[in-house]
């Protein structure tokens, strides 16, 4: 019997000191995209993919992103009160249902499969989606439902990839896989930023994952990797011994929010994508653009 994917890990503690002065108070991931925080964009992911429970791994100075997924009643009664039905629909539709988020600290900053590991307890012994908030995939079909339904098809650990220039391959987590040219392949190899000419091909893991509960028990004995930190891939790959793990490839574009770059052009991007700005914005950004 194949389980479901109902619970999602957001690892959400980093530091964001790419974006300081702006980060020295509110965390990266309440940086807005157009009108929505990073994390709202990744959780509608996730809730669009029929996940149930969303668990969040914090640390210091994050309180602000349990607050943002809590009701706020002094604002609903203020905007009752001025007849903003509209505002009120919109803070309805995206409030999680009591008893589905949760929240647990990564007390140390050991790295992303420390922080996955920090989740072990509330996901319990069943498979899982792990979604990092610094990318944000933007597609006709969301990254995590279409993993999902190819899940649903052929049981395993799922890792979702795109494609990057070769030259930039050794900057990233890389997947080698049997058919490069399909939507699902299983993978055959596995290396963190694999040296310069070195990589098995041009796939990056794109910060999207289905894992089965066992990476817990990997996570718990697994040594310091690369930069003194915990690092997933290399469960991932002691996990690959004993279990499938397919590649998922993303048809549309990924934007890396944890640069400023990738973070300005999301923007763009999204509002681009809005009927209610995007005739405004365009026509602003031919005026830049010709000044």
Not at 196 to 216: D, H, K, T, W
Request: net charge neutral; proline share 6%; hydrophobic share 40%.
């Amino acid at each position: 019997m194949t389980l479901p994917i109902r619970k999602a890990v957001f690892p959400v503690a980093g530091l964001g000191t790419r974006f300081l002065p702006a980060t020295k108070a509110m965390p990266k991931e309440m940086l807005t995209v157009v009108d929505r925080p990073v994390i709202q964009h990744v959780a509608d992911e996730a809730r669009e993919a029929g996940v149930e429970h969303f668990i969040f791994v914090t640390g210091r100075n994050k309180g602000v992103i349990e607050d943002h997924f809590d009701r706020q009643y002094e604002l609903e009664d203020t905007l009752s009160d001025r007849g903003k039905r509209g505002e009120l629909d919109a803070l309805s539709r995206d409030q999680p249902g009591p008893g589905t988020t949760s929240f647990t600290r990564q007390q140390s900053p050991l790295g992303l499969g420390h922080a996955v590991w920090c989740a072990r307890e509330l996901v319990g012994k069943e498979p899982f989606a792990l979604l990092l908030p610094d990318m944000l995939h933007h597609g006709r079909v969301p990254c995590l439902k279409g993993m999902i339904d190819a899940y649903k098809k052929q049981p395993g650990n799922y890792v979702a990839v795109y494609e990057v220039p070769q030259s930039q391959a050794h900057q990233y987590g890389i997947v080698g896989v049997e058919n490069a040219s399909a939507r699902v392949s299983k993978i055959t190899k596995m290396i963190e930023k694999p040296p310069s000419g070195s990589a098995p091909s041009n796939l990056a893991i794109s910060g999207r994952y289905i894992l089965n509960s066992e990476i817990f028990e990997l996570l718990a004995t697994q040594s310091r990797g690369a930069g003194g930190e915990i690092q997933l891939t290399d469960a991932m790959i002691k996990l690959a011994e004993t279990q499938p793990f397919y590649a998922y490839t993303f048809d549309g574009r990924i934007y890396d929010c944890g640069s400023k770059v990738g973070f300005l052009v999301a923007n763009v991007a999204y509002a681009l994508a809005r009927d209610d700005i995007a005739p405004a914005f365009r026509q602003e950004l031919a005026t830049l653009l010709t000044d």
